[in-house]
């Protein structure tokens, strides 16, 4: 019996697009069947029930944690499940659970440990200008850090080894996007890039506000790069 791939979904108040978002992901990938969780931080809408009616297995976190806790959680429920690979994407639509095989392709293959969905290398179907011209900033910034040609650095579609997910620490609650990629490049697991398609949100609210963003991942990046 293969391993299976484990998708999760981080959700927070998505009951506008989680269903769909479930029922497009793929049932198997490569042989492996595909277990898809949604990791729920007590919406107050119905994530929950729309993610359950859809086919997905709801886990929770104790209370509202942020996004951060939301992926370790996912990463720990996934090593759990002995995943052969461990994917992630938004529950809002902005990626393709469609492009879930092209993801962990080089992790089946044993090429990567790490792979991450780059807008930029793929298709920006909506994406404002404000928010574009950030994530080129603070790609830039984190390209340096890690020593390595990121083309995305705040992508919300990535896949892990098991024994990246097992190894994987996130530092803080608020969210992963920075700090994941540095300890697994600084742990010496193998990254790469995939180019992916992305379409911003036409539902739900984004958790993303520029001045709490900044407050919370710029001390985390410098803590986490001081970490031994
Ligand atoms: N479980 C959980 N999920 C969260 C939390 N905060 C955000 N999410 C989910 O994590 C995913 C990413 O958050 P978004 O608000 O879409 O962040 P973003 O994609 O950078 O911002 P947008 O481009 O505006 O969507 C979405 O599916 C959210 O519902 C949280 O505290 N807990
Ligand atoms: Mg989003």
Same mark, same amino acid.
């Given at each position: ?104 392709? +080089? !992790?089946?293959? %044993? $090429?990567?440990? #790490?792979?991450?969905? &780059?807008?930029? /290398? ?26 390595? +040609? !990121?083309?995305? %650095? $705040?992508?919300? #579609?990535?896949?892990? &080894?098991?024994? /990246? ?64």
């Amino acid at each position: 019996m293969h391993r299976p791939v484990v998708l999760f979904l981080p959700a927070r108040n998505e009951d506008a697009s989680v269903g769909d978002v479930v029922r497009r992901v793929p049932r198997s990938v490569a042989g492996h069947p595909v277990c898809c969780l949604v990791v729920d931080d007590h919406s107050t809408d119905a994530t929950a029930t729309r993610a359950t009616e859809a086919g997905a297995t709801v886990v929770a976190n104790h209370g509202p944690e942020g996004l951060g806790a939301a992926v370790r959680l996912g990463l720990a429920e996934a090593v759990r499940r002995h995943a052969a690979a461990v994917a992630f994407c938004d529950a809002d639509g902005e990626y393709a659970p469609e492009e879930l095989p092209c993801m962990v392709a +080089p !992790i089946l293959a %044993g $090429q990567a440990d #790490y792979v991450v969905g &780059s807008r930029f /290398a793929g298709e920006i179907r909506r994406m404002h200008p404000h928010r574009r011209i950030g994530n080129r900033v603070l790609t830039a910034v984190l390209a340096r850090l890690a020593h390595l +040609p !990121i083309t995305d %650095g $705040q992508s919300g #579609y990535r896949a892990l &080894s098991g024994q /990246a997910a097992s190894a994987a620490e996130i530092i803080h609650d608020y969210n992963y996007a920075q700090v994941l990629t540095l300890d697994l490049v600084r742990k010496g697991y193998r990254y790469a890039e995939v180019p992916i398609t992305y379409a911003f949100r036409e539902r739900g609210r984004s958790f993303v506000r520029l001045d709490p963003y900044l407050r919370a991942v710029v001390p985390a990046v410098w803590r986490e790069l001081h970490t031994p």
